[in-house]
């Protein structure tokens, strides 16, 4: 199956734009983020959107590989976040969303390991 659902929402993400981001969601939308608390609505969305993004200088999704079935979305990415040092650093992430009847995301879940981003070394993915 084509990945071009996924591409269209990270595309956003990569731009690295809360307000953009939000408009792919639903009034009542939520966003969850591993296991932080859900923000629901647009207004928390941007507003845990912008204070993550305050922690890094940007962001870049490379899919792997990704699924649409029906209203649903599953996303395996590699990410590689900027740093605000400008060094850079790659995690393997998944996102799950679903979009309502309009087409604008009712859940979004991001499953991720920050560690290395936020680490004083740092560390690129690897295998095992």
Known sequence: MSDDEARRVFDV????????????????????????DPNTGREAIAAGLRG??????????????????????????EVTYTRLDDSEVSVVAVSIWTRGDDGLITDYRIFVDLAPLYSAQGSVVTTI
């Open 52 to 77: 993550f993004f305050s922690t890094i200088g940007g962001l870049r999704h490379r899919i792997v590989r990704a699924w649409t079935a029906g209203a649903d979305t599953v996303a395996e990415t």
């Open 13 to 36: 993400v990569d731009a690295f734009d809360p307000d953009a981001f939000v408009r792919l969601f639903a009034e009542d939308g939520t966003l969850r983020f591993g296991n932080a």
